[in-house]
């Protein structure tokens, strides 16, 4: 029996592979991308207003020798990376859900979650560690690739033979 990239048959009517997929690319937008951690470090994490800790504290952490203005930039493409994935998230949920609903194979599902997740992958990597305008580019790509297998899954749901439960 062959298997997808997860090890679950690919006609299995279980949901592990998609949750599982939810699951991570919700950690990673919310939690690993999050700039608190590091601006914790910098000693510049003001909970009170935290949306505005690079703006407000930013410059004068780099004039008091707390981090450079290379780290300060990377904070702010953090932040920047964090908004966009979890700006992402909701069209990956809903075409992940879409599709599952439609009855496109969990094959196909796990697929195109697969493709989204590295895509994000890539595209948080990118746009945290390249500054370089020629180099970050790479991000635009990720961020398309990423886009595209939603699109694909919903189009996968519009062509999918479903059939209404007790019908």
């Known amino acids: 029996m062959a298997t997808s990239y997860l090890g679950i048959p ?3 009517p279980s949901f592990a592979g998609p949750a599982a997929f939810l699951a991570w690319n ?4 919310y939690g690993i991308l999050a700039s608190r951690t590091l601006k914790q470090i910098y000693g510049i994490d003001h909970n009170g207003n935290p949306r505005q800790d690079l703006n407000k504290y930013g410059a004068v952490a780099v004039r008091e020798g707390k981090m450079t203005q290379a780290q300060l930039e990377q904070l702010q493409r953090m932040e920047a990376a964090s908004a966009n994935s979890i700006e992402a998230y909701t069209f990956f949920v809903g075409s992940v859900l879409l599709a599952l609903v439609a009855g496109v194979p969990r ?9 989204y997740t590295i895509a994000r992958l890539v595209y948080g990597a990118v746009y945290v560690l390249v500054s370089h305008d020629l180099y970050s580019q790479i991000r635009g790509i990720a961020w398309w690739t990423g886009n595209t297998s939603c699109l694909f899954l919903l189009w996968k749901a519009a062509h999918a033979p479903f059939k209404f439960p007790n019908a």
């Open 26 to 29: 919700w950690f990673y937008a």
């Open 107 to 115: 094959q196909t599902v796990n697929t195109a979650c697969t493709t």
């Open 10 to 12: 690919p006609s299995s």
